[in-house]
């Protein structure tokens, strides 16, 4: 018995699709993203630059330790001229070992390592906003990806309404060839009608079925999985959707001021001037303060040496300044140079593109909205339409040409609508995303 139910609970998550709303969806593919994965990683190793960098304005502190076997060579005597043997001074220690504990503080390095700091703290801003850019990307191609999906299975349920009136009035019209009241052409045109359709049908699982397959990839599942999107808080009456919903001004306002991008280049050119500044620190002296604790057998402080392990210790303090290094300096000074020059320019070039970008699609969500409005009215003309002429074909004063002609109005009327509904979305989020707004 427990067999039984188990196959049953098997067939059963085989058979029925797993659906999924678009809030569900974009949870689900940002929980599954790859690309948020390596992201959040940068970020990650951004804030472990600045660790880095703040661990050397810190304390350093080194133990070293060592082992040296000498070769053997006579002893320090001297020979005093009243005495038959000379007296040994020193003895020879072949053994050595040195135990050394070395603290170094930096004092002055020319501000390198303050600006290598400030330069990583920056790096990482840029990097948690191109964190925040890479969600709101992955959000949106997943949203892309549901919204085909939407419209491939609306297409598909509009073809198989469709090739199911084919079939009614095919069935009417035979009916009417045997009475004598059409003819045989006339069915011909509706067999040729109904074949045209199946190949719609045909053509539109195929494309839903690649839907689905990019629809499960955006979401992080196999491919084969059964899924289906829901979308049943749609709007079907269309009353919410106005093309003047957004101001063109306030919105490239607001994308200048939101744009992750924008921002993370921002940062960017910052830390680029701080590297800048690091680099020309190789003209200015380094100054550090030393401090040293030996424990060493024999100890060279000690004289003579003795075969023992003793401790001294030492302070100091020590500057180095590169007086002629062969233009070292200069060419790093100029290559960061430029490469704040570069960086500069890509952040103009990123606020033209991004005008560019915000104007586009501003144009293309008020074209979608109004396509919405357009293609209604031309869904209910349509329906009108082959309302009157499949009345006067049901009495025989209109043609099966006329008939034929009236139902594809109403299907590409009805795709026509669906897609501009579909198109609609789409071109909201994308203009969403293209503001600087959250679309997840």
Do not use: C
């Not at 040729?192 to 397959?213: F, H």
């Amino acid at each position: 018995m427990k067999r039984m139910v188990l196959m049953f609970l098997l067939l059963s998550a085989g058979l029925y699709a797993q659906r999924l709303t678009i809030q569900e969806s974009i949870e689900m593919g940002l929980k599954n993203s790859k690309d948020i994965r390596i992201s959040q990683s940068k970020s990650s190793a951004a804030e472990a630059k600045v660790t880095e960098a703040n661990s050397q304005m810190l304390p350093q502190l080194k133990l070293g330790a060592g082992y040296t076997r000498l070769s053997s060579v006579p002893p320090f005597q001297v020979q005093i001229p009243i005495l038959p043997k000379p007296i040994t001074i020193s003895d020879v220690i072949l053994n050595n070992y040195n135990i050394r504990l070395s603290l170094q503080q930096p004092i002055f390095t020319g501000f390198r390592l303050s600006s290598l700091r400030s330069a990583a703290i920056l790096n990482g801003q840029a990097a948690q906003a191109d964190y925040s850019k890479d969600i709101n990307e992955a959000s949106f191609k997943i949203q892309t990806a549901f919204w085909q999906y939407y419209k491939a299975q609306q297409l598909l349920a509009l073809l198989n309404e469709n090739l199911l009136q084919n079939q009614r009035h095919l069935e009417d019209t035979r009916n009417n060839l045997k009475n004598g009241l059409v003819t045989q052409n006339d069915v011909l045109k509706l067999e040729v009608q109904y074949s045209n359709t199946k190949l719609q049908q045909i053509e539109a699982q195929n494309n839903l079925d690649i839907a689905r397959v990019a629809f499960n990839q955006a979401v992080g599942l196999s491919l084969d999985a059964k899924t289906e999107v829901d979308v049943k808080d749609i709007n079907a009456d269309f009353s919410s959707y106005n093309s003047s919903a957004y101001r063109f001004d306030d919105i490239i306002k607001e994308a200048k001021s939101n744009r992750e991008e924008l921002k993370s280049m921002q940062y960017r050119y910052e830390a680029s001037k701080e590297a800048l500044s690091a680099a020309r620190s190789g003209w200015m002296p380094q100054v550090f303060f030393n401090a040293n604790y030996y424990y060493n057998r024999p100890n060279s402080r000690y004289q003579p040496p003795l075969d023992q392990f003793k401790d001294t210790w030492d302070l100091g303090v020590t500057l180095s300044w590169d007086i002629w290094n062969w233009g070292y300096t200069s060419s790093q000074t100029r290559q960061a140079s430029e490469t704040s020059v570069q960086t500069e320019t890509s952040l103009a070039q990123i606020n033209e593109a991004v005008d560019l970008e915000v104007y586009s699609n501003f144009l293309t969500y008020q074209r979608s909205a109004d396509k919405i409005l357009v293609s209604r009215q031309s869904v209910d003309q349509a329906k009108e339409n082959y309302r009157i002429i499949n009345d006067k074909y049901n009495v025989q004063l209109a043609t099966s040409t006329d008939l034929i002609d009236a139902e594809t109005a109403v299907l590409q009327a009805q795709t026509n609508l669906n897609n501009a509904l579909v198109d609609y979305e789409v071109a909201k989020v994308r203009l969403d995303k293209s503001i600087g707004r959250r679309i997840y």
